[in-house]
């Protein structure tokens, strides 16, 4: 384990007054996850990495303790704030129904965009534990419009027509069928093949949880 990361996870959390379990809803992990890095139990996937080295302002390299070469910290107040809309409620799970809803309007700092664009954003709620402890109930996800997504990325579907989940998407090029993969144990995989293929189709990833509330 890089105890070096370990330790500076720590302190450029800190740095910012962040708890573990902010900078862990920051990053759509649990506060167990980062109390692990913490402690160099485990370490962060490359992709989180690169997102908490934007976050806390200096190079991958230097959060991994490879150089010295830091930047300077800046404060949050440096990254803009936007207003995105709340358009429903999705199900972590299976059988719930898509209903499109206003439930009003969002801040979210703009480095949760993952540099997509505000306009081709929306934000959902989230109902069902399927998808713990990556989302919970109640959870407001940040989602990027598409109607693809790469095999492993977590997504809006719609399948059986108008049914809608927040899923792990899994398939395979040239093969007729995908699987909705859950997080939690507890909960099964959803298989579709072949002609239900039809009534199924991706309406957006989901890239950041902007809010959970304790």
Known sequence: MNKNLAENIKKYRKSLGWSQAKLGDF?????????????????????????????????TDALMGNTNKIRNIVSLSSYNVLKLPIIGTITAGFDGTACEEDLGEI?????ALNGYAAEECFVLKIKGNSMYPQ??????????KQNHVDSGTIAVVLYNGDE????????????????????????????IENEDLEQCRVIGKVISLVLRKI
């Open 27 to 59: 990053l759509a992990v649990s506060q167990q996850a980062v109390g692990k890095w913490e402690n160099s139990i485990a370490e962060p996937d490359t992709i989180t990495i690169n997102k908490m080295a934007e976050l806390f302002q200096i190079t």
């Open 107 to 111: 801040e979210v700092l703009d480095i």
């Open 135 to 144: 989302f919970i109930d109640g959870d407001l996800v940040l989602v990027h």
């Open 164 to 191: 809608a989940t927040v899923k792990k998407v899994i398939y395979k090029y040239g093969e007729n069928w995908l699987d909705l993969v859950p997080t939690n144990p507890e909960y099964m995989t959803k298989h």
